[in-house]
């Protein structure tokens, strides 16, 4: 099968035209790029940082956890940059940090907001944060994790 999206079509081995929306497309780009582009799959490492505040402080860690997330999910390194917060437990929070290569957590370590957020941080803490490093499983490619232009993941 030739996919070609360029016009918003596919061809078959028939030459029949099926038309396509973006979406479909994109799902046909991915699905055959991974068997003839293995190197596409991706190698981001996702992250999720546990946090427990001191009674009282939830609030501020939750502000400036924000208003870091809002400015690392910008970083070129990032592929996401989520923040979130226990439903029985509002003491308890999970920061979700996927990066888009080896290089980019030591990247983000070094930027002004990342050493604004852990300064204000610290003596919110009830004990120290905790890292855990995973291997991605899934969604296999970079585009997985981006959201599009409306804020829904593609």
């Excluded at 980019?104 to 855990?132: C, F, G, L, Q």
Aim: with cysteine; charged share 25%; glycine share 2%.
């Amino acid at each position: 099968m030739n996919v070609s999206c360029s016009t918003t079509l596919i061809s078959t081995e028939q030459d029949n035209k099926i038309p396509m929306n973006r979406h479909i497309c994109r799902l046909y780009y991915l699905y055959f790029s991974h068997l003839i582009f293995p190197t596409t799959i991706m190698h981001e490492t996702p992250v999720h940082v546990f946090v427990s505040c001191k009674p009282g402080t939830e609030e501020a860690f939750r502000t400036a956890s924000l208003a870091n997330a809002r400015v690392s999910a910008k970083e070129p390194g990032i592929a996401r940059f989520d923040v979130v917060q226990e439903k029985d437990d509002s003491s308890k929070f999970l920061l979700v940090e996927v990066y888009k290569n080896k290089d980019a957590p030591a990247e983000h370590k070094k930027t002004e907001h990342y050493n604004t957020w852990r300064e204000s941080v610290a003596d919110m803490m009830a004990e120290p944060r905790r890292a855990i490093k995973y291997d991605n499983v899934f969604p296999a490619t970079a585009e997985g994790w981006d959201y599009d232009d409306t804020g829904d993941l593609e």
